[in-house]
């Protein structure tokens, strides 16, 4: 009879145990899904402002015809964030480093081609200029939100795979650590404002 029970407390010590790690391990799915959904909304945001440039472009070319240098460079820096793409499920600090530089580029394009804005009065008081302006802005706005959103989820998931004991399941499972987004070169240095 004791032969028996140990058997069966040793089965319900094993159950106990595989109910934990399928808890342990559904967990870790769902966090892993809420980073590849929080990085979704990255790539929504970011899509949203590559729309609204060729509007902004066109708008600007029939302004500023003598500014045509300024205006390839923002449709070649949007193409070249158009074919820069990062893969959620398996993302590397470097990828998500190459897709922010990108980015990061056409931001520095759409800033060159609202300063020429400013040397065109017109320009400057056509309402649908205005508005793609403001859209923009807004855009960069929900950019910056995304962004942190996806760093916030991706900081959460990460330091659950890393805790003990569930970082030797995220281990036995491939469970990988999310790279984050982070402040591009020189953000640390104040903008120096001359009048």
Do not use: C
Not at 10 to 27: F, K, M, R
Not at 44 to 50: K, V
Not at 90 to 103: D, K, V, Y
Not at 127 to 145: C, K, P, S, Y
């Amino acid at each position: 009879m004791k032969k028996g029970l140990s058997w069966i407390v040793v089965l319900g010590v094993l159950a106990i145990i595989a109910l934990w790690v399928a808890n342990v391990y559904n967990g870790l799915v769902v966090q892993q899904e809420d980073v590849e959904t929080a990085w979704a909304q990255v790539e929504n945001q970011y899509q949203r402002r590559i729309d609204l440039i060729p509007n902004l472009v066109a708008t600007v070319k029939g302004y500023a015809t003598h500014e045509q240098e300024t205006l390839q460079g923002v449709i070649d820096a949007r193409a070249k964030a158009t074919q820069v793409t990062v893969d959620p499920t398996n993302a590397t600090p470097e990828q998500l480093a190459a897709f922010q530089a990108a980015q990061g580029e056409l931001s520095q394009a759409l800033g060159r081609l609202l300063a020429v804005a400013e040397s065109y009065p017109d320009l400057k008081a056509n309402e649908n200029f205005r508005d793609l302006q403001q859209q923009l802005e807004g855009t960069e706005n929900r950019i910056a939100v995304a962004r942190q959103t996806f760093n916030d989820t991706a900081r959460k998931y990460n330091t659950e795979i890393r805790r003990f004991p569930k970082n030797i399941i995220a281990g036995a499972f491939g469970f990988e650590r999310k790279p984050y987004f982070e402040a591009e070169d020189g953000a640390e240095k104040a903008p120096k404002v001359e009048f």
